[in-house]
């Protein structure tokens, strides 16, 4: 199965972009706002009808996702391999589900294709193939795949002169996998200043706190340590996502590190924060308030 | 033709030998004068896998990352989603068993345009020891899908297949020997998916890969002298294996040995068993790698301590046609 883009899908993403970065402030939050919460919505959706999936950290990722997608990344839903796109890679790819509620938002295929969602053969995996899902860029799910992937993609676009810009997310107990340090000395030595990591600091795993685990902390002084920028950022307050997100970076910056301080499950209030909710699948009656409460916000 | 290529096989012997990384970093200063998109990725084997004056030529288009093989992969493949044409070069041990998740997801399941170059395979730093022997290479890879699993025999060829997996855009996997080899003779072009025949012969096939193909045309010229007419193929291409040529070779000479610097589990010898078994079985001998640590030695030394340098191929070749035994076929 391919999935198709939605017509003229590029002109009304652009077009709204263009709205989103020239509104007021406060305009700007609210009507990103709205999207991530009918995205998150969507992904409940998916996951109640497919009975499994990521739900915490899909909603803990899902402003970052949104704000990305709909007021930053310069691409392209129709030409998903344009050359000069910006590149955004999930690197936690256990969060596939908010990621395909915002691509069929933003018209990369239609929202109808997300009822698919883990069902037998369906291109909408568990965990993002780039070669069935159009605007995924390389596949993950094995965990600290997306950083070092990113900063191929920076380096390409170094060589090229060429001003697109490459961000990477990861989860924060993510940081645990060595390849993600590897990535971070070398993005660091090679200057990729248009580069940029954010870390979903929900400060869960799968099992319990990542403090209670292998802890992360002083996490920003360990990004510094490694040469970056370090901005810390509310994950889930739009207007400072998106200034964070649109900060201009130069070619030979130090790379930038925005540690998004998030909540897992962020915008349920039974779901929110709660450890067991990272692969918890909602009931019936939990789907109903969910989505109620996704919808009164 | 026996005669002819006993001869010419008597000439390699004592031919000039050449270390096809030499060659390998020719073609690579050769592909990026032709084709900007032409990088390579090292972690920190800008002297082992011979990329000094690459360094010096195109200073922008070397991308060494460190001693960090998930990095160097994952890089690879991120350059490729950037449009360019990364040859990931690195030691085979540590490319493959290092990044092993890497190769799968970031390269393979992805299917980017990644040439992954496993430099000195087998047993090429065999003093060294297992750690830095690359004998489990073709097992690993394979079983990726989207996966093209090459091991040219000789500097020609190494060219040749550097030349081919630049022009194919997906993953490639690329054995580049160090172990010193000579010139095959005859040179037969090389071709992605299809097997040459050096030699051809009736009584039993010798399936060489690497290093170890001028070792099955000598003992092909011993075995003729006692009667025993070898066929010899050169498998360039482990993946996807040449079915058509196995069995006309199953067919038409009735007995195989696959000689490889490699495990034989899971190995050529693994691939060329699976496909026989179901669809031609003949009798088989695999030679390789065995299920047990490589030891200490150089690869001189390893070669014979596992039975595929020209001697063991001609006497397990002997074994398996019952010549010497007053029973050739």
């Known amino acids: ?297 | 033709m026996s005669t002819t290529a006993a001869a010419s096989t008597a000439t390699a012997a004592a031919a000039e030998l050449h270390d096809c990384r030499k060659t390998f970093a020719e073609t690579l200063i050769e592909l990026a004068e032709t084709d900007p998109r032409t990088v390579a990725v090292c972690n920190d084997s800008v002297g082992s896998s011979n990329l000094k004056e690459f360094q010096q030529r195109f200073p922008d288009r070397l991308v060494n990352v460190g001693i960090a093989e998930q990095l160097m992969v994952g890089a690879g493949a991120g350059l490729a989603n950037g449009g360019r044409v990364p040859f990931v070069c690195a030691a085979a041990p540590f490319l493959t068993g290092r990044a092993l998740e890497q190769i799968k997801a970031d390269v393979a399941y992805s299917r980017t345009n990644v040439k992954l170059c496993a430099m000195s395979p087998g047993f090429a730093y065999g003093q060294l020891g297992p750690t830095h022997h690359g004998v489990e290479d073709f097992a690993w890879l394979r079983t990726l899908p989207e996966m093209v699993v090459l091991a040219p025999a000789d500097p020609a060829e190494t060219r040749e297949a550097m030349l081919w997996a630049h022009q194919y855009d997906g993953p490639v996997y690329l054995r580049i020997g160090r172990t010193k080899v000579p010139d095959l003779a005859p040179h037969v072009p090389f071709e992605a998916g299809r097997a040459a025949c050096l030699r051809d012969g009736r009584d039993i096939t010798l399936i060489g890969v690497g290093t170890t193909v001028s070792a099955a045309l000598a003992a092909s010229a011993k075995l003729a002298a006692e009667g025993v007419d070898a066929r010899v193929l050169n498998f360039s291409t482990v993946k996807p294996l040449d079915e058509e040529t196995l069995l006309a070779a199953a067919a038409e000479t009735g007995r195989i040995i696959t000689v490889e610097e490699a495990n034989v589990h899971g190995g050529l010898g693994s691939a060329v068993a699976e496909f026989l078994a179901a669809r031609e079985p003949v009798p088989m001998k695999l030679l390789g790698v065995r299920d047990e640590f490589t030891p200490t030695g150089s690869p001189a030394f390893l070669a014979e301590y596992f039975g595929i340098d020209t001697e063991a191929i001609a006497r397990a070749a002997r074994e398996l046609t019952g010549a010497g035994q007053g029973a050739a076929a």
């Open chain 1, 1 to 297: 199965m391919v999935l198709a883009p939605v017509p003229s899908a590029t002109a009304r993403l652009a077009g709204l972009r263009r709205e989103l970065r020239a509104a007021p402030p406060a305009e700007r939050a609210a009507r990103l706002r709205e999207l991530a919460y009918s995205i998150r919505r969507s992904d409940l959706e998916m996951i109640s009808r497919a009975g499994q999936g990521h739900i915490g950290g899909d909603f803990s990722a899902a402003d970052i996702v949104t704000v990305l997608y709909f007021a930053v990344l310069d691409v392209r839903p129709e030409e998903p391999e344009w050359a000069e796109r910006d590149r955004f890679v999930l690197s936690k790819g256990h969060a596939a589900g908010i990621l395909y509620s915002a691509l069929a938002h933003a018209g990369f295929f239609p929202e109808a294709e997300l009822t698919t969602f883990m069902e037998p053969l369906s291109p909408l995996n568990g965990h993002p193939n780039r070669r069935k899902v159009p605007g995924v860029e390389t596949n993950t799910g094995p965990l600290g795949h997306g950083f070092p992937v990113a900063v191929g993609m920076a380096v390409a676009a170094k060589l090229d002169g060429s001003s697109r810009r490459t961000y990477v997310l990861t989860g924060d107990g993510e940081l645990q996998e060595g390849s993600n340090w590897e990535a971070a000395m070398s993005a660091s030595q090679q200057r990729l200043g248009r580069l940029t990591v954010i870390v979903d600091r929900n400060r869960f795993q799968q099992g319990a706190a990542t403090e209670e685990t292998s802890g992360l902390d002083p996490l920003d002084a360990k990004w510094a340590s490694f040469g970056f920028d370090v901005r810390a950022v509310d994950g889930h307050d739009y207007e400072a996502l998106y200034q964070a997100l649109s900060e201009e970076r130069s070619l030979d910056d130090r790379p930038l590190c925005l540690i998004a301080d998030t909540i897992k499950g962020k915008g349920v209030s039974f779901i929110e924060d709660r450890v067991e909710w990272h692969h918890k699948v909602p009931t019936a009656e939990q789907t109903a308030a969910a989505f109620e409460e996704l919808t009164a916000r």
